[in-house]
């Protein structure tokens, strides 16, 4: 194969990849779930730094629903999983959703 094939080939193969698709982790409020323990999930398993996550603990609080981050597919499911987890040890009902973002990626 010379040279110039070997460039349209890896030119279409480049073409063909795309980004993988992003998704967000998203907290719902409850009437039982204690804030603290919201903060603690977004610490241990979302590795937030303490002023994010009660930030994003008071958008769950104040609005019914907040975003604990946006990751690739496995690993968006992976954190819900160890939330849920965590939340089923503790006795809580925290709901968490893994929805696709609409950006492009």
Do not use: C, W
Not at 7 to 33: C, Q, W
């Amino acid at each position: 194969m010379d040279i110039e094939n070997r460039t349209t080939v890896s030119d279409d193969i480049r073409h063909m990849l795309k980004e993988p698709g992003m998704y967000a982790v998203i907290f719902y409020n409850d009437e039982i779930t204690t804030m603290d323990f919201v903060v603690e999930i977004l610490i241990k398993v979302f590795h937030k730094p303490a002023a994010e996550a009660a930030s994003i603990m008071m958008d769950v609080h104040d609005n019914g629903q907040g975003v604990a981050g946006v990751y690739t597919y496995d690993i968006a499911m992976t954190k819900k999983k160890q939330a849920d987890l965590l939340s089923a040890n503790k006795g809580f009902p925290l709901r968490i959703e893994v929805s696709k973002t609409t950006e492009e990626g």
